[in-house]
Protein backbone atom coordinates (compact mmCIF):
# COMPACT_ATOMS: atom_id res chain seq x y z
CA UNK A 1 0.00 0.00 0.00
CA UNK A 2 1.22 3.29 -0.21
CA UNK A 3 1.24 5.91 3.03
CA UNK A 4 -0.27 7.84 3.93
CA UNK A 5 0.14 11.69 4.38
CA UNK A 6 0.14 12.41 8.50
CA UNK A 7 -2.60 14.48 9.57
CA UNK A 8 -1.87 17.77 10.99
CA UNK A 9 -1.43 17.91 14.91
CA UNK A 10 -3.35 20.00 17.02
CA UNK A 11 -1.65 23.51 18.67
CA UNK A 12 -0.60 21.52 21.58
CA UNK A 13 0.43 18.19 20.40
CA UNK A 14 4.29 17.69 18.91
CA UNK A 15 4.88 18.56 15.35
CA UNK A 16 4.13 16.14 12.51
CA UNK A 17 6.77 15.02 10.77
CA UNK A 18 7.50 16.50 7.31
CA UNK A 19 5.68 16.14 4.13
CA UNK A 20 7.32 14.01 2.15
CA UNK A 21 6.93 15.23 -1.44
CA UNK A 22 7.13 13.48 -4.66
CA UNK A 23 10.75 12.93 -6.25
CA UNK A 24 11.21 15.90 -9.46
CA UNK A 25 12.45 13.00 -10.91
CA UNK A 26 13.18 8.96 -11.33
CA UNK A 27 16.73 7.32 -11.07
CA UNK A 28 17.06 5.12 -14.15
CA UNK A 29 18.92 2.73 -11.69
CA UNK A 30 15.24 2.69 -10.33
CA UNK A 31 13.59 1.84 -14.28
CA UNK A 32 15.43 -0.31 -15.17
CA UNK A 33 15.74 -2.75 -12.33
CA UNK A 34 11.98 -2.64 -11.89
CA UNK A 35 11.01 -2.90 -15.69
CA UNK A 36 13.87 -6.16 -16.13
CA UNK A 37 13.01 -7.73 -13.11
CA UNK A 38 9.53 -7.80 -14.24
CA UNK A 39 10.44 -8.95 -17.75
CA UNK A 40 12.02 -11.83 -15.96
CA UNK A 41 9.21 -13.14 -14.15
CA UNK A 42 6.95 -12.36 -16.88
CA UNK A 43 9.00 -14.69 -18.76
CA UNK A 44 8.84 -17.92 -16.56
CA UNK A 45 5.55 -17.54 -15.78
CA UNK A 46 4.30 -17.35 -19.46
CA UNK A 47 7.08 -19.93 -21.17
CA UNK A 48 4.44 -22.49 -19.92
CA UNK A 49 1.70 -21.19 -22.37
CA UNK A 50 3.49 -21.86 -25.00
CA UNK A 51 4.46 -25.33 -24.29
CA UNK A 52 0.75 -26.46 -23.48
CA UNK A 53 0.14 -28.79 -26.29
CA UNK A 54 3.65 -30.62 -25.44
CA UNK A 55 3.44 -30.23 -21.79
CA UNK A 56 -0.41 -32.02 -22.17
CA UNK A 57 1.58 -35.26 -24.06
CA UNK A 58 4.28 -35.10 -21.62
CA UNK A 59 1.90 -34.88 -18.11
CA UNK A 60 -1.61 -35.49 -18.83
CA UNK A 61 -1.19 -38.23 -21.71
CA UNK A 62 -5.22 -39.65 -22.78
CA UNK A 63 -6.18 -41.27 -25.38
CA UNK A 64 -8.54 -38.36 -26.07
CA UNK A 65 -5.70 -35.17 -26.83
CA UNK A 66 -8.46 -32.91 -25.94
CA UNK A 67 -8.65 -34.35 -22.52
CA UNK A 68 -5.00 -33.69 -22.48
CA UNK A 69 -5.09 -30.49 -23.32
CA UNK A 70 -7.66 -29.33 -21.09
CA UNK A 71 -5.92 -30.66 -18.02
CA UNK A 72 -2.74 -29.05 -19.10
CA UNK A 73 -5.23 -25.74 -18.79
CA UNK A 74 -6.02 -26.39 -15.71
CA UNK A 75 -2.81 -26.40 -14.79
CA UNK A 76 -1.87 -23.42 -15.70
CA UNK A 77 -4.88 -21.51 -14.43
CA UNK A 78 -3.82 -22.88 -10.92
CA UNK A 79 -1.54 -20.14 -10.66
CA UNK A 80 -4.26 -17.73 -11.11
CA UNK A 81 -6.23 -19.70 -8.47
CA UNK A 82 -3.43 -18.51 -6.19
CA UNK A 83 -2.16 -15.21 -7.14
CA UNK A 84 -4.45 -13.13 -5.13
CA UNK A 85 -2.91 -14.43 -2.46
CA UNK A 86 0.07 -13.72 -3.39
CA UNK A 87 -0.87 -10.38 -3.97
CA UNK A 88 -1.48 -10.44 -0.05
CA UNK A 89 1.49 -11.82 1.18
CA UNK A 90 3.65 -9.87 -0.74
CA UNK A 91 1.98 -6.51 -0.09
CA UNK A 92 2.30 -7.37 3.44
CA UNK A 93 5.70 -7.94 3.16
CA UNK A 94 5.98 -4.52 0.94
CA UNK A 95 4.20 -2.78 3.41
CA UNK A 96 5.71 -3.80 6.51
CA UNK A 97 9.68 -4.88 4.62
CA UNK A 98 10.11 -2.43 1.99
CA UNK A 99 9.50 -2.99 -1.69
CA UNK A 100 12.84 -4.31 -2.22
CA UNK A 101 12.84 -6.91 -0.21
CA UNK A 102 9.38 -8.17 -1.43
CA UNK A 103 10.12 -8.12 -5.08
CA UNK A 104 13.23 -9.38 -4.58
CA UNK A 105 11.75 -12.91 -2.66
CA UNK A 106 8.66 -12.67 -5.17
CA UNK A 107 11.85 -13.13 -8.11
CA UNK A 108 13.48 -16.28 -6.49
CA UNK A 109 10.66 -17.80 -6.06
CA UNK A 110 9.18 -17.56 -9.71
CA UNK A 111 12.87 -18.79 -10.68
CA UNK A 112 13.06 -21.58 -8.50
CA UNK A 113 9.32 -22.70 -9.03
CA UNK A 114 10.22 -22.03 -13.30
CA UNK A 115 13.61 -23.93 -13.02
CA UNK A 116 11.70 -26.83 -11.05
CA UNK A 117 9.10 -27.46 -13.97
CA UNK A 118 11.85 -28.07 -16.11
CA UNK A 119 14.28 -30.58 -14.15
CA UNK A 120 10.74 -32.78 -13.51
CA UNK A 121 10.16 -36.20 -14.30
CA UNK A 122 7.25 -36.47 -16.95
CA UNK A 123 4.00 -39.02 -16.51
CA UNK A 124 5.75 -42.27 -18.45
CA UNK A 125 8.56 -41.66 -15.84
CA UNK A 126 6.74 -40.93 -12.69
CA UNK A 127 3.38 -41.77 -12.93
CA UNK A 128 0.84 -39.41 -11.60
CA UNK A 129 3.12 -38.17 -8.87
CA UNK A 130 4.87 -35.87 -12.02
CA UNK A 131 1.59 -34.38 -12.49
CA UNK A 132 0.94 -33.30 -8.70
CA UNK A 133 4.64 -32.00 -8.76
CA UNK A 134 4.02 -29.64 -12.01
CA UNK A 135 0.97 -28.41 -10.22
CA UNK A 136 2.86 -27.80 -7.66
CA UNK A 137 5.06 -25.73 -9.39
CA UNK A 138 2.90 -23.71 -10.94
CA UNK A 139 1.15 -22.49 -7.45
CA UNK A 140 4.59 -21.34 -6.24
CA UNK A 141 4.86 -19.44 -10.01
CA UNK A 142 1.70 -18.33 -9.43
CA UNK A 143 2.17 -17.21 -5.43
CA UNK A 144 5.41 -15.53 -6.73
CA UNK A 145 3.42 -13.42 -9.73
CA UNK A 146 0.69 -12.07 -7.10
CA UNK A 147 3.78 -9.97 -6.02
CA UNK A 148 5.39 -8.90 -8.77
CA UNK A 149 2.48 -6.20 -10.67
CA UNK A 150 1.19 -4.58 -7.93
CA UNK A 151 4.53 -4.14 -5.82
CA UNK A 152 6.85 -2.90 -9.06
CA UNK A 153 3.85 -0.62 -9.99
CA UNK A 154 3.70 0.79 -6.19
CA UNK A 155 7.72 0.91 -5.75
CA UNK A 156 7.42 2.96 -9.68
CA UNK A 157 4.24 5.10 -8.45
CA UNK A 158 6.41 5.96 -5.20
CA UNK A 159 9.22 7.21 -6.85
CA UNK A 160 8.10 9.27 -10.12
CA UNK A 161 7.31 12.33 -10.31
CA UNK A 162 3.92 13.23 -10.04
CA UNK A 163 3.57 14.57 -14.13
CA UNK A 164 5.15 11.70 -15.38
CA UNK A 165 3.54 8.96 -13.19
CA UNK A 166 1.24 7.42 -16.00
CA UNK A 167 4.38 6.92 -18.28
CA UNK A 168 6.29 5.32 -15.46
CA UNK A 169 3.77 3.14 -14.06
CA UNK A 170 3.10 2.06 -17.97
CA UNK A 171 6.88 0.47 -17.38
CA UNK A 172 5.42 -2.21 -15.15
CA UNK A 173 3.27 -3.64 -18.46
CA UNK A 174 6.20 -3.03 -20.76
CA UNK A 175 7.80 -5.59 -18.86
CA UNK A 176 4.85 -8.14 -18.64
CA UNK A 177 4.87 -7.88 -22.73
CA UNK A 178 8.46 -7.78 -22.81
CA UNK A 179 8.62 -11.09 -20.64
CA UNK A 180 6.01 -12.36 -22.20
CA UNK A 181 7.90 -11.52 -25.98
CA UNK A 182 10.66 -13.41 -24.75
CA UNK A 183 8.96 -16.50 -24.15
CA UNK A 184 6.80 -16.24 -27.37
CA UNK A 185 10.32 -15.61 -29.16
CA UNK A 186 12.27 -18.42 -27.01
CA UNK A 187 9.21 -21.37 -27.65
CA UNK A 188 9.16 -20.10 -31.16
CA UNK A 189 12.97 -20.40 -32.19
CA UNK A 190 13.10 -23.69 -30.70
CA UNK A 191 9.88 -25.24 -32.93
CA UNK A 192 11.78 -23.51 -36.19
CA UNK A 193 15.05 -25.50 -34.76
CA UNK A 194 14.12 -28.71 -33.34
CA UNK A 195 11.93 -31.42 -34.76
CA UNK A 196 8.48 -32.14 -32.55
CA UNK A 197 10.35 -35.55 -31.37
CA UNK A 198 12.99 -33.25 -30.05
CA UNK A 199 10.67 -31.00 -28.38
CA UNK A 200 9.21 -34.07 -26.38
CA UNK A 201 12.22 -35.77 -25.88
CA UNK A 202 14.57 -32.63 -24.23
CA UNK A 203 14.03 -29.12 -25.61
CA UNK A 204 10.81 -28.38 -23.76
CA UNK A 205 12.62 -28.08 -20.66
CA UNK A 206 15.43 -25.71 -21.81
CA UNK A 207 13.19 -22.65 -21.93
CA UNK A 208 12.65 -23.34 -17.96
CA UNK A 209 16.32 -24.40 -17.23
CA UNK A 210 17.29 -21.32 -18.03
CA UNK A 211 15.05 -19.47 -15.90
CA UNK A 212 17.47 -19.95 -13.01
CA UNK A 213 20.34 -18.10 -14.04
CA UNK A 214 17.73 -15.26 -15.52
CA UNK A 215 16.47 -14.63 -11.84
CA UNK A 216 19.99 -14.89 -9.92
CA UNK A 217 20.56 -11.55 -12.72
CA UNK A 218 17.01 -10.01 -11.63
CA UNK A 219 17.80 -10.42 -7.90
CA UNK A 220 21.13 -9.16 -8.31
CA UNK A 221 20.11 -6.28 -9.60
CA UNK A 222 17.03 -5.28 -7.65
CA UNK A 223 19.02 -5.63 -4.69
CA UNK A 224 21.24 -3.26 -5.43
CA UNK A 225 18.11 -0.95 -5.65
CA UNK A 226 16.79 1.54 -2.15
CA UNK A 227 13.01 1.58 -1.00
CA UNK A 228 10.97 4.89 -1.82
CA UNK A 229 11.17 8.13 0.37
CA UNK A 230 7.51 7.43 1.57
CA UNK A 231 8.21 4.48 2.65
CA UNK A 232 11.49 4.93 4.43
CA UNK A 233 9.81 8.38 5.98
CA UNK A 234 6.92 6.16 7.44
CA UNK A 235 9.31 3.85 8.93
CA UNK A 236 11.12 5.77 11.20
CA UNK A 237 7.93 7.21 12.12
CA UNK A 238 6.51 4.49 13.42
CA UNK A 239 3.67 4.75 10.55
CA UNK A 240 4.12 1.05 9.08
CA UNK A 241 0.44 -0.41 9.02
CA UNK A 242 0.81 -3.66 11.01
CA UNK A 243 -2.09 -5.49 9.01
CA UNK A 244 -2.38 -3.89 5.59
CA UNK A 245 -5.32 -6.54 4.06
CA UNK A 246 -7.84 -5.90 7.38
CA UNK A 247 -7.13 -1.97 6.69
CA UNK A 248 -7.78 -2.89 2.91
CA UNK A 249 -11.36 -4.91 3.32
CA UNK A 250 -12.20 -1.86 6.11
CA UNK A 251 -11.41 1.22 3.98
CA UNK A 252 -11.00 0.32 0.90
CA UNK A 253 -13.93 -1.81 -0.32
CA UNK A 254 -14.58 0.05 -3.85
CA UNK A 255 -10.95 0.14 -4.77
CA UNK A 256 -11.09 -3.12 -4.31
CA UNK A 257 -14.02 -3.96 -5.98
CA UNK A 258 -12.41 -1.98 -9.12
CA UNK A 259 -9.15 -3.32 -9.20
CA UNK A 260 -10.61 -7.02 -9.52
CA UNK A 261 -12.98 -6.40 -12.50
CA UNK A 262 -10.52 -4.46 -14.20
CA UNK A 263 -7.54 -7.08 -13.19
CA UNK A 264 -10.06 -9.54 -14.51
CA UNK A 265 -10.69 -7.69 -17.55
CA UNK A 266 -7.24 -7.37 -18.50
CA UNK A 267 -5.66 -10.05 -17.58
CA UNK A 268 -8.22 -12.65 -19.31
CA UNK A 269 -8.20 -11.02 -22.48
CA UNK A 270 -4.70 -10.41 -22.01
CA UNK A 271 -3.89 -13.99 -22.02
CA UNK A 272 -6.29 -15.24 -24.66
CA UNK A 273 -5.05 -12.60 -27.51
CA UNK A 274 -1.88 -13.35 -26.42
CA UNK A 275 -1.43 -16.91 -25.26
CA UNK A 276 -4.63 -18.61 -26.56
CA UNK A 277 -4.28 -17.97 -29.60
CA UNK A 278 -1.28 -20.25 -30.45
CA UNK A 279 -3.31 -23.32 -29.04
CA UNK A 280 -6.11 -22.22 -31.14
CA UNK A 281 -4.03 -21.73 -33.96
CA UNK A 282 -2.30 -25.39 -33.57
CA UNK A 283 -5.43 -27.29 -32.23
CA UNK A 284 -8.27 -25.76 -34.01
CA UNK A 285 -6.73 -23.57 -37.91
CA UNK A 286 -4.45 -26.72 -37.48
CA UNK A 287 -1.05 -24.27 -38.40
CA UNK A 288 2.21 -25.15 -37.28
CA UNK A 289 3.79 -24.23 -34.21
CA UNK A 290 6.14 -22.34 -35.86
CA UNK A 291 3.62 -19.91 -37.62
CA UNK A 292 1.08 -19.96 -34.76
CA UNK A 293 3.76 -18.87 -32.15
CA UNK A 294 5.03 -16.33 -34.61
CA UNK A 295 1.18 -14.82 -34.39
CA UNK A 296 1.29 -13.72 -30.76
CA UNK A 297 4.69 -12.77 -31.16
CA UNK A 298 4.38 -10.32 -33.27
CA UNK A 299 1.00 -9.07 -31.21
CA UNK A 300 3.41 -8.60 -28.37
CA UNK A 301 6.25 -6.28 -30.15
CA UNK A 302 3.35 -4.06 -31.47
CA UNK A 303 2.35 -3.39 -27.88
CA UNK A 304 5.48 -3.14 -26.65
CA UNK A 305 5.72 -0.56 -29.07
CA UNK A 306 2.80 1.09 -28.46
CA UNK A 307 2.71 0.75 -24.29
CA UNK A 308 4.90 3.89 -23.57
CA UNK A 309 2.99 5.66 -26.17
CA UNK A 310 -0.25 4.83 -24.35
CA UNK A 311 1.37 5.71 -21.19
CA UNK A 312 2.34 9.44 -22.15
CA UNK A 313 -1.25 10.09 -23.70
CA UNK A 314 -2.74 9.12 -20.61
CA UNK A 315 -0.74 11.72 -19.01
CA UNK A 316 -2.24 14.43 -21.41
CA UNK A 317 -5.47 13.80 -22.66
CA UNK A 318 -7.13 11.64 -19.44
CA UNK A 319 -7.28 7.89 -18.79
CA UNK A 320 -11.26 7.73 -18.48
CA UNK A 321 -11.38 8.45 -22.08
CA UNK A 322 -8.96 6.29 -23.20
CA UNK A 323 -10.70 3.77 -21.34
CA UNK A 324 -13.65 4.03 -23.00
CA UNK A 325 -11.76 4.22 -26.72
CA UNK A 326 -9.97 0.67 -25.32
CA UNK A 327 -13.24 -0.78 -24.40
CA UNK A 328 -14.74 0.33 -27.95
CA UNK A 329 -12.49 -0.56 -29.76
CA UNK A 330 -12.20 -4.39 -28.36
CA UNK A 331 -16.12 -4.70 -28.80
CA UNK A 332 -16.12 -3.62 -32.41
CA UNK A 333 -12.70 -6.14 -33.30
CA UNK A 334 -13.83 -8.70 -31.16
CA UNK A 335 -15.41 -10.75 -34.02
CA UNK A 336 -13.63 -9.45 -37.63
CA UNK A 337 -10.37 -10.33 -36.37
CA UNK A 338 -11.47 -13.60 -35.17
CA UNK A 339 -12.88 -14.53 -38.40
CA UNK A 340 -9.42 -12.87 -39.53
CA UNK A 341 -7.61 -15.62 -36.80
CA UNK A 342 -9.61 -18.62 -37.89
CA UNK A 343 -9.13 -17.80 -41.87
CA UNK A 344 -5.90 -19.85 -42.03
CA UNK A 345 -4.48 -17.09 -44.25
CA UNK A 346 -1.16 -16.38 -42.31
CA UNK A 347 -1.18 -12.52 -43.33
CA UNK A 348 -4.66 -12.51 -41.71
CA UNK A 349 -4.05 -14.47 -38.81
CA UNK A 350 -1.12 -11.96 -37.85
CA UNK A 351 -2.75 -9.12 -38.20
CA UNK A 352 -5.73 -9.93 -36.60
CA UNK A 353 -4.26 -11.03 -33.64
CA UNK A 354 -2.26 -7.40 -33.48
CA UNK A 355 -5.24 -5.32 -33.85
CA UNK A 356 -6.95 -7.54 -31.08
CA UNK A 357 -4.56 -6.63 -28.82
CA UNK A 358 -4.27 -2.81 -29.57
CA UNK A 359 -7.45 -2.59 -26.75
CA UNK A 360 -5.68 -4.56 -24.22
CA UNK A 361 -2.76 -2.52 -24.41
CA UNK A 362 -4.54 0.23 -24.00
CA UNK A 363 -6.02 -0.76 -21.09
CA UNK A 364 -3.05 -2.29 -19.52
CA UNK A 365 -1.60 2.09 -19.93
CA UNK A 366 -4.38 2.85 -17.88
CA UNK A 367 -5.25 1.03 -15.30
CA UNK A 368 -1.95 1.27 -13.97
CA UNK A 369 -1.20 4.87 -14.83
CA UNK A 370 -5.65 5.59 -13.30
CA UNK A 371 -4.26 4.09 -10.54
CA UNK A 372 -0.78 5.16 -10.13
CA UNK A 373 -2.58 9.31 -10.44
CA UNK A 374 -5.78 9.25 -8.39
CA UNK A 375 -6.66 12.40 -7.13
CA UNK A 376 -7.30 11.00 -3.75
CA UNK A 377 -5.54 10.33 -0.80
CA UNK A 378 -3.91 6.75 -1.58
CA UNK A 379 -4.56 4.54 1.46
CA UNK A 380 -4.26 1.60 -1.36
CA UNK A 381 -2.87 -1.53 -1.16
CA UNK A 382 0.55 -2.73 -3.41
CA UNK A 383 -2.32 -4.54 -5.51
CA UNK A 384 -3.80 -1.11 -6.77
CA UNK A 385 -1.54 1.81 -5.42
CA UNK A 386 -3.32 5.52 -5.18
CA UNK A 387 -6.41 4.12 -5.75
CA UNK A 388 -8.70 4.66 -3.10
CA UNK A 389 -11.88 6.70 -3.29
CA UNK A 390 -12.55 6.87 0.68
CA UNK A 391 -9.78 6.71 2.48
CA UNK A 392 -10.77 6.30 6.56
CA UNK A 393 -7.17 6.53 7.84
CA UNK A 394 -5.95 9.23 5.35
CA UNK A 395 -5.82 13.15 5.54
CA UNK A 396 -7.25 15.38 3.21
CA UNK A 397 -3.39 16.76 3.05
CA UNK A 398 -2.21 15.88 -0.78
CA UNK A 399 -0.91 12.37 -0.58
CA UNK A 400 2.67 11.55 -0.50
CA UNK A 401 2.97 9.60 -3.61
CA UNK A 402 -0.28 10.00 -5.69
CA UNK A 403 -1.02 13.29 -6.10
CA UNK A 404 -2.73 14.33 -9.60
CA UNK A 405 -0.49 13.78 -12.42
Known amino acids: MSFPSTPAPPDDATPAPEEVRAPAAISKRVVVASTLGTITEYYELTVYTYLTTVIA ?26 RPVGGLVFGWIGDRYGRRKALVIALLGMALATFAVGVLPTFAAFGVGATVLLMIARIGQGLSAGGEIGGAAAYLAEQSPNHRRGFYTSLVNIGVLGGTASASLAVLALNAILTREQM ?68 GTFYVIFSYTQILLVQV ?53 FLMLTSGDIALVIIGNALLGVPVILIQAVDLGSSASSSRPPCATAASPCASTSPRSCSAAPPRSCAPG
Open 57 to 82: VLFFPSENPTVSLLAALAAFAASFIV
Open 200 to 267: LDWGWRLPFLIALPLGLIGIYIRRRLEDSPQFLAAKEDGRLPKVPAVELLRSHRTALAYGFVVASLIF
Open 285 to 337: VKLSPTIATLSPTVALLVGLALQPLFGKLGDRIGRRRMLAAALVSMLVLAFPT
